[in-house]
């Protein structure tokens, strides 16, 4: 990540829940978007709903999507800001 950017999950109307870098010059309420170094979640694990996973990142169990380095979504619902734990979590995936 630069300093241009920020560390966000984002929603789809179509049940995607996508994690990745933001540019800081974007404007957030387009209903489409580019995010780099992209993952996403296919299932995650634990009772914290999906905003747990821009406040604590993935738990043990969960299944995240290999990344790609630039990622266009459309039909956006949310765009949530996440902490740094859970950045580096979803970062360290394996």
């Known amino acids: 990540m630069d300093n241009n950017s920020r560390p966000v999950l984002v929603t789809t ?8 870098d933001l540019d800081n010059d974007t404007d957030e309420t387009a209903r489409s978007l580019v995010l780099t170094n992209c993952r996403n979640a296919i299932y995650w694990a634990g009772s ?3 905003l747990g996973l821009a406040s604590h990142g993935p ?3 969960s299944r995240i999507g290999s990344e790609a ?4 979504l459309h039909d956006v619902t949310s765009v949530t800001e996440c902490t740094d ?3 580096d979590k979803w970062r ?3």
């Open 13 to 20: 109307e179509h049940r995607g829940v996508f994690f990745g």
């Open 48 to 50: 914290r709903g999906f």
């Open 59 to 61: 738990d043990e169990g």
């Open 69 to 72: 380095p630039r990622v266009l």
């Open 85 to 87: 734990t859970a950045a």
């Open 92 to 94: 360290g995936w394996a």
